[in-house]
Each structure stands twice: as C-alpha cells, then as structure tokens.
C-alpha cells in the first residue's frame, strides 16, 4: 500500500491536423476528428462521471482567430461556461503544436511573441475566471516539428523557432501574472531518457552525455535566466545560428512554471545507435530504466522545489493493456512522490499529426489510448458513440477512492505491446508475478 497514491485528470488532445486543410478545406484539430466539438456536453458528463474535475484543454486559437489581432471568442464560450458551471478546474492549452495559419510561418514569424501575448490576454479578458495555463505545449518537442532538425510539420531554422517559442512563453507568462497574480502556469515536455547501445562509439556517447545533461534541460534553463556564455546549451544554440544578444536577453527575464509536467509515453525512454548506413538514430530502449529513477534524475536537475507532475501519458493497445499500463504508471508515480497524473486522452484520439503517423489511421480506425472507446453510429456517422468499457470503470473507482492501486487488475500485454513494453515488462513489472 502506498502512502500517497496521486490523483487524476484527463487531457482532451487537440494536436493540429496538418493537412485538414487539404482534406476537408478548412483547419481542424484531433478534437474535431473525434467531433468532441459537437458532443462536448456529453463528453463532460462522461467526464463528471469519472469524478474528474482538472483537465487540460485547448483555447482554440485557431478557431477564434478571424485576422491577426481580431477575435470571436463566441466561438468557443458555451464549452467555456460549460466548464465553469461544472465547477472544472483546466489548465488552458494556449498553444498546442501549431500556430493558426493566419499568422505566417508560424512560430518563425518574427512577430510570433506578439501574435502570441495578444491571444493570451484577449482570451484572460474574455475567460478572467481560468486561472491555469500552458503557454506552448512541449515547445522543445514542437521546435524540432517546425524545424529542418525534425520536419514533420516545417523547415524553419531551429534556433529561431526555439527562441520564439521561449520568449513567448516568458513574455506571455509574466504579462499574465501582472494581470493577475493568482494565474499559474504548467510547462509539459516529454520526460526524455536516452542511453548508448555502443560505449565504444565515442560520437554517440557524446551526443547522449548532452542530451542527459543538458539537451532535455534547455528550455528550463533559458526560461530560468540560466544559459550564459559559460553554459554547454549556449554554445549549442550559437552553433546553430542564434545570436548571443538574444540568447542574453533570458537571464534579464527569466521566468519558472508553478509545476513541471513531465509527459510520459513508452517511446520517450531511447537507445542511440548506427544503422546500416553508419547515420546516428535512435528507438525504444529494450531495456528501459523505472519511470521511478528517471522522475528522480529531472527532480535531480531542476530548481529545487519545482513541483512535477505527469501531464500526458497512454498506451495505444487494447482496453486491458491500458489497465495494466495505468496501474504501472501510477505505481511509480506513488513511488516518485508524484501528485497528479493526466491521462491523455478522455476519448479515443483520431487523425493525430499528419495522419500516417500511426497504423490506425491508415485503416480508419481510431487510435485506442483513450478511457472511452470511439465507435461509429448507424444514424449520426463516424466516432459519434463513447463506449464505457472495464478500463473507464476502474479509472472512475480510482478516482472515487473507490479502490487503491493494489485493488487494479494485470494482464498480459497483448499485440505489438508484447514487444513495445517487453522491457519495462521485463525490468519492472515482475513484482506482479511474485506476489500472484
């Protein structure tokens, strides 16, 4: 029995559909695929249900902004008043993955801080109530997305967007605070682990030793006034452009979150090697450090006292994986002395991404990470029905208090989670087996 055992919220994933515009001529986000937008009502019932009452959610950026610095925001007031007369306490996604595509180039635009600042205190204006924020989703994640280092969604120069981002997210979070000081602000980014396949290899251990050091703690310590000219993370930046005035410009406006939310997903623990072509890559490490180790290392390097949190986490696998995925989570989490955990998402995702990032897609079928279950219906069409199913009623009895940790069930991993989680499998979820 643990001591403390966390609590729970859900998230609402909103990631952009890159290409909607192409397929359905207008932009549109994860929650418009899972048509959350014409149910919302109903998926705050089954929310309620749940005995969950802290979610994250998207401001809708992109569904307000009619020109830059003009604004509907009746747009998305009735699912605001809904949250409010519930009594639900989110934590409001500012921006998630994607600029709307009024403003040009995104978060390389030059204007992008005030594009930016202007959202955030026309929205506070409109919503004084909302006293959580996330200025940028992962924006370290998002930076390499929009960059020629990654891709996926732009080819901008890195150490622009990088910076953009963060002096958004200082520029946004202090005007905020001004405005009103009981405002606190979470900073998700994924809880990054990475380790060698070859000691040998000298370039890789280098590039790892970074990375563990500093590559996952930049946007921390530039936000908290702590890149100088002496800071490994500074000569990084330079060598890929950035100007050192610029960079200088953080240690006069520092600025650090209320929580640290550290998103946890199976892929985020890696391995660096060489493929057959000598190039430097990585993939899932088969043999995983604890989710418990990791947490203590961030709590390790980050400003003491920071609080930590889990902002994200799920397992794409069928309902019983996901119990079983849930139950190791929060485990650890108790363990690491971790008081919350978001599950992410409510519902079944749909279309996350460019759309051929995962199988399921590709087969049209929902993405199956959620809580509740995403299935058509005969008259109102495509991913109209929520489904209750063994994973939703245990998450509600935890979150009742109606049961413990211990109380959840294990099962074997089934499909190509046998695979994925045969590590942590392997290295930390063996006590189930001794005590059975």
């Given at each position: 029995?643990?001591?403390q055992?966390p609590?729970?919220?859900?998230g609402?994933?909103c990631?952009?559909?890159c290409?909607?515009?192409?397929l359905?001529?207008?932009?549109?986000?994860?929650?418009?695929a899972?048509?959350?937008?014409?149910?919302?009502?109903?998926d705050?019932?089954?929310?309620e249900?749940?005995g969950i009452?802290?979610?994250?959610?998207?401001a809708?950026?992109?569904?307000v902004?009619?020109?830059?610095f003009?604004?509907?925001?009746e747009?998305i007031?009735?699912i605001?008043?809904?949250?409010r007369?519930r009594?639900?306490?989110?934590?409001?996604?500012?921006?998630?993955h994607?600029?709307?595509k009024?403003?040009?180039d995104?978060?390389?635009?030059p204007?992008?801080?005030?594009?930016l600042?202007d959202?955030?205190l026309?929205?506070?204006?409109?919503?004084?109530?909302i006293?959580r924020?996330?200025?940028?989703?992962e924006?370290?994640v998002?930076?390499?997305?929009?960059?020629?280092e990654?891709?996926l969604w732009?080819?901008?120069?890195?150490?622009?967007?990088f910076?953009?981002?963060?002096?958004a997210?200082s520029t946004v979070?202090?005007a905020?605070k001004?405005?009103?000081p009981?405002?606190k602000?979470?900073q998700?980014?994924p809880?990054d682990?990475?380790a060698?396949?070859?000691?040998?290899?000298t370039?890789?251990?280098?590039?790892?030793e970074?990375?563990?050091?500093h590559?996952?703690?930049?946007m921390?310590?530039?936000?908290?006034?702590k890149v100088d000219?002496a800071h490994?993370?500074?000569?990084?930046?330079?060598?890929?452009g950035?100007?050192?005035e610029r960079i200088?410009w953080?240690q006069k406006?520092?600025?650090?979150p209320?929580?640290?939310?550290?998103?946890?997903?199976?892929?985020c623990f890696k391995?660096?090697?060489?493929d057959?072509r000598?190039?430097?890559t990585?993939?899932?490490?088969?043999?995983?450090p604890?989710?418990?180790?990791?947490?203590?290392?961030?709590?390790?390097?980050l400003?003491?006292?920071?609080r930590?949190?889990?902002g994200?986490t799920?397992v794409r696998g069928?309902?019983r994986?996901?119990?079983?995925?849930f139950?190791?989570v929060l485990?650890q989490c108790?363990?690491?002395?971790?008081g919350?955990?978001s599950?992410?998402?409510?519902t079944?995702?749909d279309?996350w991404?460019e759309?051929?990032?995962?199988?399921w897609w590709?087969?049209?079928?929902?993405?199956p990470v959620?809580?509740?279950?995403?299935?058509d219906?005969?008259v109102?069409?495509?991913?109209?029905?929520?489904?209750?199913n063994e994973f939703?009623?245990i998450f509600?009895?935890?979150a009742?208090?109606q049961?413990s940790i211990?109380?959840?069930?294990?099962?074997?991993?089934?499909?190509?989670l046998?695979?994925?989680?045969n590590?942590?499998?392997?290295?930390?979820m063996?006590?189930?087996?001794?005590k059975?």
């Amino acid at each position: 029995m643990f001591k403390q055992q966390p609590k729970l919220a859900v998230g609402y994933e909103c990631t952009p559909i890159c290409d909607a515009e192409k397929l359905f001529g207008e932009p549109k986000d994860v929650l418009d695929a899972t048509r959350h937008y014409e149910r919302f009502e109903h998926d705050f019932d089954l929310q309620e249900e749940l005995g969950i009452y802290e979610l994250r959610y998207p401001a809708g950026w992109d569904k307000v902004l009619i020109s830059p610095f003009r604004y509907n925001f009746e747009r998305i007031a009735p699912i605001m008043e809904s949250m409010r007369r519930r009594g639900f306490v989110p934590t409001i996604d500012l921006c998630h993955h994607k600029a709307p595509k009024q403003i040009r180039d995104g978060f390389a635009n030059p204007e992008f801080v005030e594009h930016l600042l202007d959202f955030a205190l026309e929205f506070q204006k409109a919503f004084p109530w909302i006293k959580r924020y996330t200025v940028i989703n992962e924006p370290a994640v998002t930076a390499l997305f929009h960059s020629t280092e990654v891709g996926l969604w732009a080819q901008h120069d890195w150490s622009n967007v990088f910076l953009n981002m963060a002096e958004a997210i200082s520029t946004v979070s202090r005007a905020l605070k001004r405005r009103n000081p009981r405002i606190k602000f979470f900073q998700p980014e994924p809880i990054d682990h990475d380790a060698v396949a070859d000691r040998a290899d000298t370039e890789i251990v280098a590039h790892v030793e970074f990375l563990r050091r500093h590559g996952r703690f930049g946007m921390d310590n530039l936000l908290g006034g702590k890149v100088d000219d002496a800071h490994p993370f500074f000569e990084r930046l330079i060598a890929k452009g950035a100007k050192a005035e610029r960079i200088a410009w953080f240690q006069k406006n520092p600025s650090e979150p209320y929580q640290k939310d550290l998103d946890f997903y199976a892929h985020c623990f890696k391995v660096w090697y060489r493929d057959r072509r000598g190039r430097m890559t990585h993939k899932n490490n088969p043999n995983p450090p604890s989710l418990v180790s990791v947490i203590n290392d961030y709590r390790a390097h980050l400003p003491a006292g920071m609080r930590l949190g889990i902002g994200e986490t799920n397992v794409r696998g069928a309902v019983r994986d996901r119990i079983t995925f849930f139950k190791w989570v929060l485990e650890q989490c108790a363990e690491a002395g971790i008081g919350k955990i978001s599950w992410w998402g409510l519902t079944d995702a749909d279309m996350w991404g460019e759309g051929n990032l995962t199988r399921w897609w590709r087969e049209g079928k929902p993405d199956p990470v959620g809580i509740f279950m995403l299935s058509d219906c005969a008259v109102q069409g495509r991913l109209w029905k929520r489904e209750a199913n063994e994973f939703s009623e245990i998450f509600k009895a935890y979150a009742r208090g109606q049961i413990s940790i211990d109380d959840i069930p294990v099962y074997k991993f089934s499909g190509e989670l046998k695979t994925v989680l045969n590590g942590f499998s392997k290295n930390h979820m063996q006590h189930w087996r001794k005590k059975k």
